[in-house]
């Protein structure tokens, strides 16, 4: 099996991660960001449509 990841970015202090989207909320849903503590919809930290379009496949 192959492992999907999905790539983040945060708008207000410009880190970028990679998670597993099945480990992540709604795409809907608020995220923080772990280095600034930013608190948006999970769909603002994608960094391409792709990535969001990964994580609506596992919702």
């Known amino acids: 099996m192959v ?3 999905v ?3 945060c708008p207000e202090c410009g880190k970028d991660w990679q ?3 099945s480990s992540l909320p709604g795409h809907r849903n608020n995220s923080t960001c772990s280095a600034c503590g930013a608190t948006r919809r999970l769909a603002e930290f994608m960094r ?4 969001l379009n ?3 496949q596992f919702e």
């Open 48 to 51: 391409t449509e792709r990535d």
């Open 3 to 5: 492992e999907a990841f």
């Open 7 to 9: 790539r983040l970015l």
């Open 19 to 21: 998670d597993e989207p």
């Open 54 to 56: 990964t994580v609506k």
